[in-house]
């Protein structure tokens, strides 16, 4: 398949303000010491922050990211993967992802995952079940990554070719992107493909990004066949000792109201511990000494939520400051 490097501009911009999943952030960052007890072959470590009230129910959500500090001015990517399909099948042969499926295995990048996809030789496959709703159609969803530089503008590039779909049928991908567990407007673009076999650049321009994107491709419509192929970058204007981060992994955790998990550090402080585990995460995904020499380091953050006093709401903290693995 022969890449043509042409970039056609068709989003239509919907006037579609959902809410994503929305809090309070009036909860206090959590105060958290290094990572311990790291096992890179269980993929697992323990978290600890200072100790919280216990008298209600709280979760705690670990991100396991990678950073990097920019060296110059000027557009460059904040977030990128190549797609590299699976080598075992061959022609157009496709195997199901199923339900949920983290796909490092098919790409260079980590924290991705596909719902309801089909992974090929070539690339990563949107085949749409017609006996299923529109919300089941497959979709591509990206890693939590920051994209709050130059005003929260950046751009998504992506090459997609149509494999199969209906005589006269107008071929659509729906580009989305919203704040992680932020009550912030969701931004859709409807992507019009060529439709005529061939591989094709395309480019979505978004706007309000904030330090926690999500970004999701998803299949438009029903009885066609996408094949997602070659980079995905997400570009942005930085400069020069601005931070760029993505997350690689995520473990979350509930203690009922009066759980009492406490201990006393080796710095004399009172703290709640947390085993993170990112088993269905890349091999590699704790190893910092690999991610460094790509010119990344290894950090954790954490995340608290509690349900508020009219028991419908959810108050939630900001991320903690970075953590890192190699300190």
Known sequence: MNKILYILFVCTVLPLFSKAQGYTMDLPRLKTFPPYQIDQKKRSFVVSWEARDNSVARSVIAY????????????????????????????????????????????????WYMRMGQVSAKGLVFKPDASLPQDWAPVLMSPVFDASRDGGKFTIRFTATVVDCKPGESVTLVV???????????EEKVVELIADG??????VECSRGMNNENVSIQAGVTGSTVLLSGDIEIEQRLEKGDRVWHSVALTQM?????????????????VDTMEVTASFGASNVLDYKEHRRKGWRLFYTLFQMITAEDGVSTRASLYSDPVYFEE
């Not at 989305?176 to 969701?186: E, K, L, Q």
């Not at 061939?198 to 480019?203: G, I, P, Q, V």
Request: charged share 25%; hydrophobic share 35%; glycine share 12%.
């Open 176 to 186: 989305r992107h919203w704040a992680d567990r932020r009550g912030t407007a969701m």
């Open 198 to 203: 061939k591989a094709h650049e395309y480019l």
């Open 64 to 111: 396991v990211g990678l950073e990097r500090t920019v060296e110059q001015d000027g557009v460059q990517n904040v977030l990128e993967t190549t797609l590299k399909g699976d080598t075992t099948l061959s022609g157009n042969a496709c195997k199901s992802l199923g339900i949920n499926a983290f796909v490092h295995d098919y790409m260079t990048g980590q924290g």
């Open 254 to 270: 509930n203690r009922p109201a009066g759980a009492d998990f406490t201990k006393i550090n080796e710095l004399g402080i009172k």
